[in-house]
């Protein structure tokens, strides 16, 4: 085989979907009779072959603890999780690994975040959040609000749900000291326009922070371009294991922010005395880590990595396009967020009936979507819905699987009819 | 308009259908289209539902979908009055199963119904198990604790 037979080998692999689905175990399995339909991807997506393999092959070959030296094991163990670390770091194209720390997932980033502002922060400061904001980061800035004196403020959103950047433009004042902001809505899909955002902010020498939980699995940041202080994801949005997660910062400001959490890996020298940090990431990871999650998540990006991106995103893009095609043959269905910038993540609703029952009855049909507020209650309030019912694809849904899913609303508003 | 006894004496369910009509009924559906058409049936025949009695008190927490319940308690026949409210299709109707079940009992009765049992009968445990957030399950609790409270005086 020559190298462009090779290559071309590749590009097809890359392309054919049914061989991607292949590598995701769960995905063939039935349930409640159907095969299944896995359209919740944006609550958690699910893991290849080869993450349940390195975390199984962690397990029984190298597991010990990390950072204790003085064996064969220790070592090993050791390697693997800081090898994940700088997959990691080349992922988001961060400067250094220093700059990556390892969270539970992207709440504790978050949280950890605004913990090592608080000190910056005084009566009468401003937290630019906006009003698509999942929970995650809206609440652990009121916790520091009210531990400060300093004042959640919401960007507002267009209808269409993108950022109203009127509103962005008229908020961002000298009182704002940070800007957090999702760089993708879980609930609408909007990309925001973080690159304008942050150099906007970063002009007035605000912090930024970027929610990456849902834009990650569907396409690559660059830290470095987007210049960001903090950006932060979640490793089972990424087709990686649950509890683990990634905060990426600029060394200088995590040199500045006191410790998260206090005990053992994190400190220097400890006395009752006087007790000293330890060096980046560390300060900010005490205890013994997730060490084969860590492992897991460094193979699941490995795993994508292994992946025709633009062919990847080309593939979502196709399904996208095709529901939006298909959301007419539902009579009264529409779709909340219809952003010009998306990933593929459509909110619904159809008139007359429930999210709730839509959920319910597209499970039986053996598809599974996420219904709800998810965790966005002030984004449902602006549209003045209860929930929304919302299919959240990857890159290895089919379009026939799009298909059926509308095959299956039909279905269930005759049921109502 | 607040309710009176009256409301919740009219409510028909544990009467009309009975139990035994629904289990009869639900016996011989053998696909899901015709199990929720059912279901939803039912839930078109929960009694209209106070509007004042929206309240938080009333209201069951759900991340769902949202549950609303009232009682009241008849001094002269010792049985217990129920009426309750979801603004979700299937929630009513497994709301409507619940009622059939427990409206107008006395507390001792209604707290020795088994509903768990009846709903694994029906094979639709799933709905009231604790893992789904319809508020069903705190909404059949809440219901046992107004029944206790009876039953201890």
């Not at chain 1, 700059?99 to 401003?126: Q, R, S, Y």
């Not at chain 1, 839509?358 to 819905?385: E, K, N, S, W």
């Not at chain 2, 009513?92 to 119904?113: E, F, Q, S």
Request: net charge negative; with cysteine; glycine share 8%.
């Amino acid at each position: 085989m020559n190298d462009l037979s090779m290559a071309s080998t590749a590009t097809q692999k890359a392309f054919d979907v049914q061989a991607i689905r292949r590598d995701f175990p769960i995905l063939s399995q039935q349930v409640n009779g159907k095969p299944l339909v896995y359209l919740d991807n944006g609550a958690s997506a699910q893991k290849p072959r080869s993450v349940l393999d390195a975390m199984d092959r962690y397990y029984r070959e190298m597991h010990s603890n990390v950072h204790r030296g003085a064996h064969t094991l220790g070592d090993r163990a050791t390697a693997a999780f800081e090898g994940a670390r700088e997959t990691v770091r080349s992922f988001l194209n961060a400067g250094s690994t220093r700059e990556i720390i390892w969270t539970k997932g992207t709440t504790e980033a978050i949280n950890l975040v605004a913990n090592g502002l608080a000190p910056k922060l005084k009566a009468g400061d401003e937290i630019l959040v906006s009003h698509m904001e999942h929970h995650a980061n809206i609440v652990p800035w009121q916790m520091i609000a009210e531990r400060t004196g300093a004042k959640v403020v919401p960007i507002q959103v267009t209808p269409a749900g993108e950022l109203d950047l009127e509103s962005f433009d008229r908020l961002l004042s000298d009182r704002t000291r940070v800007l957090a902001i999702t760089h993708v809505s879980n609930v609408l899909g909007t990309i925001n326009p973080v690159n304008e955002l942050v150099g906007k902010a970063k002009a007035r020498g605000v912090i930024t922070l970027l929610d990456g939980a849902q834009a990650v699995p569907h396409f690559q940041p660059d830290v470095q371009a987007l210049d960001c202080d903090f950006y932060v994801f979640s490793s089972h949005k990424l087709f990686g294991p649950t509890g683990i997660g990634v905060l990426y910062g600029k060394a200088a400001l995590l040199e500045d922010m006191p410790p998260y959490q206090g005990g053992g890996e994190m400190i220097e020298r400890v006395s009752f005395e006087r007790t000293t940090w330890n060096v980046l990431p560390y300060k900010f990871e005490a205890g013994t880590p997730a060490i084969a999650e860590a492992v897991g998540l460094g193979a699941a990006i490995d795993y994508l990595n292994g992946l025709d991106r633009p062919a990847m995103e080309a593939a979502e893009n196709a399904l996208m396009v095709r529901a939006n095609q298909l959301v007419e043959t539902v009579p009264g269905m529409s779709i909340i967020g219809t952003a010009k910038q998306k990933v593929p993540v459509m909110s619904f609703k159809i008139e007359g009936l429930h999210p709730s029952d839509v959920g319910t009855l597209l499970d039986q049909q053996g598809i599974a979507i996420r219904t709800g507020h998810h965790c966005a209650m002030p984004l449902m309030d602006f549209y003045g819905v209860p929930g929304t019912a919302r299919a959240s694809f990857a890159f290895y849904n089919t379009l026939d699987e799009v298909e059926q899913l509308f095959t299956a609303l039909q279905k269930i508003q005759r049921l109502f009819a | 308009m607040p309710a009176t006894e009256q409301d919740f004496l009219n409510n028909p369910l544990g009467k009309n259908p009975t139990l035994e009509d629904v289990l009869d009924g639900f016996e011989f559906l053998d696909d899901w289209e015709e199990r929720y058409a059912f279901i939803i049936d039912l839930g078109k025949q929960l009694p209209a539902f106070p509007d004042d009695a929206r309240i938080e008190e009333n209201y069951v927490h759900g991340c769902q979908s949202q549950v609303w319940v009232i009682s009241h308690f008849h001094e002269a026949s010792g049985k217990l009055y129920l009426l309750i409210d979801s603004d979700a299709m299937i929630v009513r109707g497994l709301a409507a199963m619940i009622l059939i079940a427990l409206n107008g009992k006395t507390p001792r009765d209604l707290l020795a119904t088994d509903i768990d049992e009846l709903f694994e009968q029906l094979d639709l445990f799933r709905h009231i198990s604790p893992t789904r957030g319809n508020g069903l399950r705190s909404m059949i609790g809440k219901i046992r604790d107004i029944a206790a409270a009876h039953a201890a005086e």
